[in-house]
């Protein structure tokens, strides 16, 4: 029941710091209990792109080939945050701080002509396969 109990109070902890933290060492505290805190919340905010791609490719590919200014705001919020992860919040994504707006152009319409952006995103998709006996398995048994 203990470890019970503690694991409680760290889940607690992570969201009313004050009742588990004095006032004076709460942020050394914290930053001990929850070292990757950061890390692991930058991880769950860019990784939905590469989750979707790997399990549904041909969804969100469908959507792409259909709307030129989607398969834009799609390539070019990955080159915003790729680039640097402070450029997200800001109003312009900070495209034109490393690009012109020719190469970011480019870039799109290599996707939008060829139509290949959901093929490009099963790559995804058939590497996570490829890499993960689970995944096979579980293909092959479903599919």
């Not at 009313?16 to 930053?31: G, K, V």
């Not at 791609?53 to 200014?69: E, F």
């Not at 799609?74 to 800001?90: G, H, M, Q, V």
Request: hydrophobic share 40%.
């Amino acid at each position: 029941m203990e470890s019970g109990c503690y694991i409680a109070k760290v889940l607690l902890a992570q969201y009313f710091p004050s009742l588990f933290f004095s006032a004076e060492t709460r942020d050394r505290d914290y930053a001990k209990l929850f070292p990757l805190k950061d890390r692991i919340f930058y991880l769950l905010q860019e990784s939905g792109y590469m989750h979707i791609q790997a399990t549904k490719p041909d969804t969100v590919g469908a959507a792409l080939v259909d709307s030129p200014v989607g398969l834009a705001a799609y390539i070019l919020e990955k080159f915003s945050t790729w680039t640097n992860p402070a450029y997200r919040d800001r109003d312009d994504g900070g495209l034109t701080e490393k690009f012109t707006l020719d190469e970011l152009l480019t870039n799109i319409m290599i996707y939008w002509t060829s139509g290949n952006i959901a093929s490009s995103q099963r790559f995804y998709k058939e590497n996570l396969a490829r890499h993960n006996p689970i995944a096979k398995y579980a293909h092959s048994c479903f599919f």
